[in-house]
């Protein structure tokens, strides 16, 4: 039925528009970040996280990075990846488990809310620091330089 109500309204759809919508962007930010990544042997799958409501996700184990294409659509996705890159600096540092890095940048005001919703203390710190590197003027080379830091290359 939303067929017909998009020929009613003179709207088409054609299979190449709708995979085109969900083509990940060439910003070469973003793929520079992926880069850095997948040769820090993190898998990065530019799929639906498996946690509803999220635009991206690691998982420290398996070292599994989701991003959601919607973030490229939104606009969103190397905010998204570098804050998800942080994340896995930090696992590197905690060698398989979140470790703090010891960000020392000031965060953004705005930002706040979105790392004081966790509860806990520790959690709070770690998103702390991907709020803070995700929203400096030089995330790219913050996140480079931590992923360097702590992940070396295999």
């Not at 509803?52 to 998204?80: D, K, Q």
């Not at 994340?87 to 470790?99: E, F, P």
């Not at 790392?115 to 991907?130: K, P, S, V």
Request: net charge positive.
């Amino acid at each position: 039925m939303p067929l017909g109500l998009a020929v009613t309204f003179g709207l088409t759809f054609s299979p190449a528009a709708k995979v085109m919508a969900q083509t990940p962007s060439t910003d070469p930010d973003f793929a520079s970040v992926k880069q850095q990544l997948e040769a820090k042997q993190f898998k990065v799958l530019l799929s639906p996280p498996p946690q509803r409501g999220a635009y991206g996700l690691i998982n420290a184990e398996s070292r599994t990075i989701w991003i959601h294409p919607l973030t490229f659509e939104l606009g969103i996705a190397v905010p998204v990846i570098i804050h998800e890159a942080v994340h896995a600096a930090q696992v590197c540092k905690g060698k398989g488990q979140l470790a703090p890095l010891g960000v020392t940048a000031e965060p953004l005001v705005y930002a706040q809310p979105f790392w004081l919703r966790y509860g806990n203390i520790h959690r709070q710190d770690l998103e702390r620091e991907a709020f803070t590197i995700q929203t400096q003027p030089n995330r790219m080379a913050l996140v480079s330089g931590y992923l360097n830091q702590f992940c070396p290359s295999r």
